[in-house]
Nanobody, 124 residues
Framework: QVQLVESGGGLVQAGGSLRLSCAFP????????VGWFRQAPGKEREFVSS????????RYPDSVKGRFTISRDNAKNTVDLQMNSLKPEDTAVYYC?????????????????WGQGTQVTVSS
């Protein structure tokens, strides 16, 4: 069920940057482990990043490591994904997800709550 809300997607040229935000209306997002996933047409949903409930553990796959950064803004009650040096292969619908367990995971099946997704398109 859609319970989180993603924003910040759009169209950028290769090498550009975007910052995505994930909100959890009615809840304190720092009470959850949060993950970012993406899905391109014809592809399976792919892990992008995660942050443990404490904020002390973050994970990235090799495909985005060094370019993407996950962070939490407690004042805004959001978890953000800063995406730099974007490539055409980053084009996908990006989803944020949350889980009650404090440990961050890379498997989408372990997350309890999901957003509706936001489109990111990187032109060549």
């Amino acid at each position: 069920q859609v319970q989180l809300v993603e924003s910040g997607g759009g169209l950028v040229q290769a090498g550009g940057s975007l910052r995505l935000s994930c909100a959890f209306p009615g809840r304190t997002i720092s009470s959850y482990t949060v993950g970012w996933f993406r899905q391109a047409p014809g592809k399976e949903r792919e892990f992008v990043s995660s942050m443990s409930k404490s904020g002390g553990t973050t994970r990235y796959p090799d495909s985005v490591k060094g370019r993407f950064t996950i962070s939490r803004d407690n004042a805004k009650n959001t978890v953000d994904l800063q995406m730099n040096s974007l490539k055409p292969e980053d084009t996908a619908v990006y989803y944020c997800a949350a889980r009650d367990n404090p440990t961050a995971t890379m498997s989408p099946s372990t997350y309890n709550y999901w957003g509706q997704g936001t489109q990111v398109t990187v032109s060549s």
